[in-house]
C-alpha cells in the first residue's frame, strides 16, 4: 500500500519524484550528522518518501503549489494537509512516528506554522529537517538551479522559519557533493580548524552555534580571519565541518 501511495503521489504531482529523491538523500546526510539513533534515521528516511502525499486531496490547481508562502498558509485549504497526510498514512500499520514528523514539517520555528504553532526545539528534528530538504527544493526550482542564491534565501529566514543549523548542515551537504569534483568545477574539501592556513579560500559559510556567520565563503583566509575562526570556535564551537577549495589552498 505504502508503494502505491507513493506511486500515486509521484503521478499526481510533477516535481515529487524528483523532490522526494532529493530530500531523501539531504535528510539522511544531515540526520547522521545530529543524531546516532537508528531507528530516527529510519523514520526520517521513510517520512522523506511522502513529504507531499497530504496534498493529493487537494483540487488540481492548487496540487502544486506550495503550503506555505513566506512563511503563511497560501490558501485555506492548505491548513487542513497536516490532517490530510495523517488521514491517509495512519491506515497503514505502525506509521505513527512518520505521520508525526510528517504533519509538523509546517511548523515555523518562531511558532507562527501549522498545525499546532510548534516552536524552536518544540518541533520534532527530523520535521525540522524535512523542512529545510523540501523548501530548498521548492526554491531552487524557482531560482533556476542557483544554489547559492538558494541557499541565502534560507539563511535569510532563519531562526523565523527555519532551524539555521539545518541551513548550515544543508549548505555542507552540498559541498559534500563535490568532494570529488564535477567536469568544469572546483573540488571542494573538509578541513578541521587546526589545519588552516592563509591563502585558502572558503567554498561555504562558517556559521557559529548560535546562528551567526561568522564568515562568509568565499573569502580568503588570513591570519586574522584565522585567529577569529580558532577564538570562537573554542568559545562557543561552529556548526559541522570548515570547507575550502582544494585548487585554490596557496
Not at 513529504?51 to 496540487?63: A, C, E, H, P, R
Not at 506554522?113 to 525540522?128: C, F, H, V
Request: net charge neutral; proline share 3%; charged share 25%.
Amino acid at each position: 500500500m505504502l508503494s502505491l501511495i507513493y506511486e500515486f503521489q509521484v503521478s499526481k504531482i510533477s516535481v515529487a519524484r524528483k523532490h522526494t529523491e532529493n530530500i531523501q538523500k539531504a535528510a539522511n546526510w544531515i540526520i547522521k550528522k545530529l543524531l546516532e539513533n537508528e531507528s530516527q534515521k529510519e523514520i526520517i528516511n521513510l517520512a522523506a518518501r511522502y513529504t507531499y502525499v497530504g496534498k493529493l486531496f487537494l483540487s488540481d490547481n492548487m496540487i502544486n503549489q506550495p503550503v506555505l508562502t513566506n512563511g503563511f498558509v497560501t490558501n485555506e485549504n492548505m491548513n487542513r494537509v497536516p490532517e490530510y497526510t495523517k488521514e491517509l498514512l495512519s491506515q497503514i500499520p505502525d506509521m505513527d512516528d512518520v505521520i508525526h514528523v510528517l504533519m509538523h514539517m509546517w511548523e515555523n520555528f518562531d511558532g507562527s506554522g501549522i498545525p499546532d504553532k510548534q516552536k524552536a526545539w518544540e518541533i520534532p528534528l527530523e520535521s525540522r529537517i524535512l523542512r529545510v530538504c523540501m523548501d530548498y527544493e521548492y526554491f531552487l526550482d524557482k531560482n533556476q538551479g542557483k544554489q547559492n542564491k538558494t541557499i541565502d534565501a534560507l539563511f535569510n529566514e532563519a531562526h523565523r522559519l527555519y532551524d539555521f543549523r539545518i541551513i548550515a548542515y544543508y549548505d555542507q551537504y552540498l559541498a559534500s557533493l563535490n568532494l570529488r569534483g564535477k567536469s568544469g568545477s572546483i573540488r571542494e574539501v573538509p578541513m578541521l580548524v587546526s589545519e588552516l592556513q592563509p591563502g585558502y579560500m572558503l567554498s561555504r559559510n562558517i556559521i557559529t552555534q548560535s546562528g551567526l556567520k561568522l564568515i562568509a565563503g568565499g573569502t580568503k583566509l588570513n591570519e586574522d580571519n584565522i585567529h577569529k575562526i580558532l577564538t570562537v570556535n573554542k568559545e562557543e564551537g561552529i556548526i559541522g565541518s570548515i570547507y575550502v577549495y582544494d585548487s585554490l589552498k596557496s
